[in-house]
Nanobody
Framework: RLVESGGGLVQPGGSLRLSCVASGFTIDTYAIGWFRRVPGKAREGVSC????????KYGDSVKGRFTISGDNAKNTVYLQMNSLKPEDTAVYYCATSLYGDCRTTMAADFGSWGQGTQVTVSS
């Protein structure tokens, strides 16, 4: 099971750190992805980390602004979001890769979805 937290309302240019806490399994052999969804649009892959080797992947829209990291001791994956823009507004979800790595950030290749956390970027 995955539980997301850390969302909220932030002004453009601000920062937030999202957390994805895993229970029932240890993340050290899993790849965890972050996704976001805006109503009426498909779920978008934001970032992914392979906790086995630390490899990461980012979507083009967040490269250079977002950083994904994992803390195996806390069984938690984080998404540090800086320089936030209004277009980052969405519900953010984390999920586990069905392949065990970040070869893809397609939502269909991930499972065990959390309930999501709302991020709103607005002045």
């Amino acid at each position: 099971r995955l539980v997301e937290s850390g969302g909220g309302l932030v002004q453009p240019g601000g920062s937030l750190r999202l957390s994805c806490v895993a229970s029932g399994f240890t993340i050290d052999t899993y790849a965890i992805g972050w996704f976001r969804r805006v109503p009426g649009k498909a779920r978008e892959g934001v970032s992914c980390i392979s906790n086995r080797d630390g490899r990461t992947k980012y979507g083009d829209s967040v490269k250079g602004r977002f950083t994904i990291s994992g803390d195996n001791a806390k069984n938690t994956v984080y998404l540090q979001m800086n320089s936030l823009k209004p277009e980052d507004t969405a519900v953010y979800y984390c999920a586990t890769s069905l392949y065990g790595d970040c070869r893809t950030t397609m939502a269909a290749d991930f499972g065990s979805w959390g309930q999501g956390t709302q991020v709103t970027v607005s002045s």
